[in-house]
């Protein structure tokens, strides 16, 4: 015998209560604040039928604190149904590609490995970083991208380096990154 008044088990309330979690997660997610990265371009990799394609994506982003530095990432991106809802865990194959493009002027002092820009790459737990350092012996800056999850991280990652070069015929003042390391 069933009762009339038991609620069913089918479990359409957990989903409709995970969509809401997503739309509101997504809202309040980096990709919707005001220091976006600058989309370059967009080329499919997987096409689907009924949902939008698995893309490539060419983003490019200044360094905050770096003035004449730009660094220019690529990151996969999922569609189909999970993707275009922002479901979908994106896997951590990022290229970065960062290069002097003015004359280099510090803003502040930096520390080591200190992140010039963060992307939630799932629902809950996992983020993309790029960070700087400074070989101070080379004077050079060094990016390096990588994801993380909250339990356990991702070995894949990918390194650029920016050589401090004096810019145009006006300046000849190369500041050292090692001046501005905490």
């Known amino acids: 015998m069933t009762c009339l008044t038991s609620r069913p088990r089918d479990g359409g309330w957990r989903i409709t209560l995970l969509l809401a979690i997503a739309l509101l997660a997504h809202a309040g997610s980096p990709a919707l604040a005001a220091d976006d990265p600058d989309l370059i371009f967009r080329r499919s990799t997987v096409f689907k039928w009924l949902s ?10 200044d360094d905050p604190e770096v003035e004449g530095v730009a660094c220019h990432f690529t990151v996969p991106e999922r569609g189909g149904v999970k993707g275009w809802l922002g479901l979908a865990e994106q896997v951590s194959d990022i290229s970065l590609s960062c290069s002097q493009i003015g004359p280099i002027h510090f803003k502040s002092k930096m520390g080591q490995g200190d992140d010039i820009f963060r992307q939630r790459r799932s629902l809950f737990f996992k983020k993309m970083q790029i960070v700087r350092g400074c070989d101070t012996k080379r004077n050079v800056l060094v990016y ?5 999850r909250l339990i356990e991280g991702s070995p894949k990652n990918s390194t650029s380096s920016v050589p401090i070069m004096p810019w145009g015929t006006g300046d000849t003042t190369i500041q050292k990154c090692g001046e501005f390391i905490e």
């Not at 939008?52 to 982003?61: E, V």
């Not at 390096?144 to 993380?148: C, I, R």
């Open 144 to 148: 390096m991208v990588y994801s993380d």
């Open 52 to 61: 939008p394609n698995d893309k490539l994506a060419t983003y490019g982003i």
